[in-house]
């Protein structure tokens, strides 16, 4: 059986690389004020920083709904296929719940994943859904696999500002305000599918090491599996910088670290200037 792959778009996948990749991207609304725009399809990433930077309106993203899931799966079976679906978290958007359901009426021809995670570690459990198919696996050991694994994602980001998942609600105000104080840089981490506040440094330097010494802590790297990195905004120049900082994690194990810029769903609400490491952990 030929099996498709089916992502949305806070996995930071746009339509241009799902389509070289033959991936299906149902992408999230991204409303600035009356306009909307499709996440990675009619609003660059770089489009999106430049009105996010420029104007002071908040936007606001929107879940995909039943309807667009079921479309995409009836699409992707209509020939005898199955599907493997990848989410983002559902504690941070019900787009899982709207796939599910969707999912229902397929009888076991379509699989959801709830990812557990977003953005770029969202990304890397998609990486590894593709290998599984492209290595033959069957719907049941791909949808077994990617639950045995999408709990040893780690997803670490440095963070310019708080201010952005506050207004979100993603964090209380309180928390907001502590990761605020004397100018630190905040460190969240996504943990069991929430966004969390594990540790603030004053100043560049000291975060990258701050950064370097929890990716160290969370288990070690596991090179065998899919990782990256990523930066919000116009610039990747605070990431290479890290890069740079952290340059014994990776030497040794690998020529390049994929880098990523990230997108509208998840930059509407870390901001520009945040840097991000994903990988799974040994």
């Given at each position: 059986?030929?099996i498709?792959?089916?992502?949305?778009?806070?996995?930071d996948i746009?339509?241009?690389?799902?389509e070289?990749?033959?991936?299906?991207?149902?992408?999230?609304?991204?409303?600035?004020?009356?306009?909307t725009?499709?996440?990675g399809?009619?609003?660059s990433?770089?489009?999106?920083?430049?009105?996010?930077?420029?104007?002071?309106?908040?936007?606001?993203?929107?879940?995909i709904?039943?309807?667009?899931?079921?479309?995409?799966?009836?699409?992707?079976?209509?020939?005898?296929?199955?599907?493997?679906?990848?989410?983002?978290?559902s504690k941070?958007?019900?787009?899982?719940?709207?796939?599910a359901?969707?999912a229902?009426?397929?009888g076991?021809?379509v699989r959801?994943?709830?990812?557990k995670?977003a953005s770029?570690?969202?990304?890397i459990?998609?990486?590894?859904?593709?290998?599984?198919?492209?290595?033959?696996h069957?719907?049941?050991?791909?949808?077994?696999?990617?639950?045995?694994?999408?709990?040893?994602?780690?997803?670490?980001?440095?963070?310019?500002?708080?201010?952005?998942?506050?207004?979100?609600?993603?964090?209380?105000?309180?928390?907001?305000?502590?990761?605020?104080?004397?100018?630190?840089?905040?460190?969240?981490?996504?943990k069991?599918?929430?966004?969390?506040?594990?540790?603030k440094?004053?100043?560049s330097?000291?975060?990258?090491?701050?950064?370097?010494?929890?990716?160290?802590?969370s288990g070690?790297?596991?090179?065998g599996?899919?990782?990256?990195?990523?930066?919000?905004?116009?610039s990747?120049?605070?990431?290479?910088?890290?890069?740079?900082?952290?340059?014994?994690?990776?030497?040794?194990?690998t020529d390049?670290?994929?880098?990523?810029?990230?997108?509208?769903?998840?930059?509407?609400?870390?901001g520009?200037?945040?840097?991000?490491?994903?990988?799974?952990?040994k």
């Amino acid at each position: 059986m030929s099996i498709k792959l089916i992502v949305d778009s806070a996995s930071d996948i746009d339509a241009v690389e799902a389509e070289k990749r033959n991936i299906t991207m149902l992408p999230m609304e991204v409303s600035f004020g009356e306009e909307t725009y499709y996440d990675g399809v009619n609003l660059s990433r770089n489009e999106f920083f430049e009105k996010l930077i420029e104007t002071d309106v908040f936007p606001k993203t929107s879940q995909i709904n039943k309807f667009r899931f079921d479309e995409a799966f009836k699409n992707a079976v209509a020939d005898g296929s199955g599907a493997i679906c990848v989410t983002m978290s559902s504690k941070l958007s019900a787009t899982y719940q709207s796939a599910a359901d969707a999912a229902k009426k397929y009888g076991g021809q379509v699989r959801v994943i709830n990812s557990k995670n977003a953005s770029i570690g969202e990304r890397i459990l998609i990486d590894y859904a593709q290998r599984l198919i492209s290595e033959g696996h069957s719907l049941d050991e791909i949808e077994s696999s990617l639950n045995a694994a999408k709990g040893k994602i780690r997803l670490l980001a440095l963070l310019n500002t708080l201010q952005y998942l506050q207004k979100g609600g993603r964090i209380s105000l309180m928390t907001a305000f502590a990761g605020g104080l004397l100018n630190v840089k905040p460190v969240i981490a996504v943990k069991d599918g929430e966004v969390k506040l594990i540790g603030k440094a004053l100043g560049s330097k000291k975060s990258n090491n701050l950064l370097t010494q929890l990716v160290e802590k969370s288990g070690g790297i596991d090179f065998g599996m899919p990782y990256a990195v990523g930066y919000s905004g116009l610039s990747d120049d605070l990431l290479n910088k890290y890069l740079s900082d952290s340059a014994h994690l990776w030497h040794g194990h690998t020529d390049a670290v994929p880098p990523y810029q990230i997108g509208s769903t998840i930059g509407a609400h870390i901001g520009p200037g945040a840097i991000a490491v994903a990988f799974f952990a040994k």
